[in-house]
């Protein structure tokens, strides 16, 4: 199947231009004033090796009320709700004009890939003039000049590559029923008396996860709905209902529980503050790329000067863990509880986020038009666009240009923008770059 780009845009931008320069044919009649090709266009194309089919929409009205404005106006949701992603033409000499934002409003109600085209901007200078364009909101704004050419390779570019992508939002794995959740901490940090807790609250249910081989110590209960399962944590014994602190730490064990576990619940003793052992476990849980909570245990023990202590040393010592939320509870006392579940939870969905092509690409490109990667010796990095590869923890695979030359900065920076954009709270995010040729 060839991939459908659709050119939408009021009249006289220069669709049927670039409509002609795409499909190389000369059948649609360009003339210098507005609105004289009013048919819809279909042709074929080719970019590289890649075949593709152009749709030349007429003057787009979107808000036409009747007669053959309105006419066009169907037309052209036909030939857009056909495409694979569309070209939104703006005319860089006349600039932004009122038409232009209801097509904008409409194209961004799609959740297509749109591509905003300022044509006739051969010969000037880019930024300046361009730069209200933005206030269309759909990302980043290619200038281009379809009578002479230029610029148009870079958009096909663009256009297409993302469609040549596999459907991969299918192929990403789904999120389980069952959160399985581990209870991280140095001995005496307050695991067994959380779990406890939590096993003895009025609302949980226990129930027995079927078609799995029960391990002695696991306990799937559920909760307002959502399944758990609290899986074997390091240095925890099940003795009977409840659940026992063994005297040996393991570091095996530890490591085992988080590679096992959706979403870690860190705890860290008050009393004790932050001490190697937690930070150690922090970075296991880092690599193994699972969701974490933070739960600082013991509030209740310590009073206000040491508690703004804590605080700090919190902050410093696990920076690496800033994506986490963090809770100050009391397992004892049972407070803080509640909002440590929504947090696990909103850990968990963050964990198996599913992130869209055109979204992912779009940001990216946003990114890269908000703040530009440095150049790199000779070459400056070309982000294009960007898929999910993966999910618990999100991957994000970024495509493009001398990638090699994405500097540790930049990507913390797209970390921060995909995080916002998508609501990603608890979960490591790996975001990857992937030069192509
Ligand atoms: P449409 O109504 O959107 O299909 O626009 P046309 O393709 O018919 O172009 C409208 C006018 O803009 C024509 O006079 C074109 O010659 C002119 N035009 C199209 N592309 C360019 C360009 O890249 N630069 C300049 N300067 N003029 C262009
Ligand atoms: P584990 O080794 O991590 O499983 O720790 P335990 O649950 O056995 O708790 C160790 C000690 O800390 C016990 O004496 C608990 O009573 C105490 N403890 C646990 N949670 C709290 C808490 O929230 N506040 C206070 N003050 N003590 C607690």
């Excluded at 002479?148 to 993302?162: I, N, R, S």
Aim: aromatic fraction near 8%.
């Amino acid at each position: 199947m060839k991939p459908v780009i659709a050119l939408v845009g009021r009249p006289n931008v220069g669709k049927s231009t670039l409509f002609n320069k795409l499909t190389q044919t000369r059948d649609a009649i360009v003339a210098d004033y507005a609105g004289l090709t009013r048919d819809r266009h279909y042709g074929s194309g080719k970019h590289g090796k890649q075949e593709f089919i152009a749709i030349d929409t007429g003057g787009f009205e979107p808000k036409a009320e009747s007669g053959i404005y309105k006419e066009m106006a169907k037309q052209t949701r036909q030939a857009v709700a056909e495409s694979d992603v569309v070209i939104f033409m703006v005319d860089a000499r006349d600039g932004l004009s009122a038409q232009d934002h209801d097509i904008a409003q409409y194209l961004r109600k799609l959740g297509k890939p749109v591509l905003l085209a300022a044509n006739k901007a051969e010969g000037m200078k880019a930024s300046a003039q361009l730069a209200d364009f933005y206030e269309l909101g759909l990302g980043q704004v290619h200038p281009i000049s379809a009578a002479h050419g230029q610029g148009v390779g870079d958009l096909l570019d663009m256009a297409l590559e993302p469609l040549n992508l596999p459907d991969i939002e299918d192929t990403l794995e789904e999120k389980p029923d069952v959160i399985k959740l581990a209870v991280a901490g140095r001995p005496n940090a307050g695991k067994s008396t959380l779990i406890n807790t939590w096993l003895g609250e009025e609302r949980l249910v226990a129930f027995d996860l079927p078609g799995t081989t029960r391990d002695a110590i696991s306990v799937e209960f559920e909760r307002k709905g959502q399944k758990y399962e609290i899986i074997d944590t390091a240095g925890l014994r099940k003795k009977g209902k409840v659940f026992e602190a063994i005297e040996k730490f393991s570091v095996v064990k530890t490591l085992q529980a988080i590679e096992d576990a959706n979403v870690v619940v860190l705890l860290i003793d008050a009393t004790q503050g932050v001490t190697d052992q937690d930070a150690h476990i922090a970075g296991f849980i880092l690599e193994a790329g699972r969701a974490v909570v933070v739960a600082v245990n013991k509030w209740d023990a310590i009073d206000d000067y040491q508690r703004e202590i804590l605080r700090r040393s919190i902050e410093m010592r696990l920076v690496f863990l800033k994506f986490a939320d963090i809770h100050y509870i009391s397992a004892k006392k049972r407070q803080g509880l509640g909002p440590l579940w929504t947090s696990i939870n909103k850990a968990y969905t963050s964990a198996y986020c599913k992130m869209s092509t055109p979204k992912l690409t779009r940001l990216i490109q946003e990114a890269v038009q908000f703040q530009a990667p440095k150049r790199h010796g000779m070459y400056r990095p070309k982000l294009r666009y960007a898929h999910q590869g993966g999910t618990n923890p999100p991957v994000v695979v970024v495509h493009g240009n001398s990638l090699e030359g994405v500097t540790d900065a930049y990507k913390r920076y797209l970390d921060g923008r995909i995080r916002k954009a998508f609501d990603l709270k608890g979960t490591p995010l790996r975001v990857e770059m992937k030069t192509s040729h």
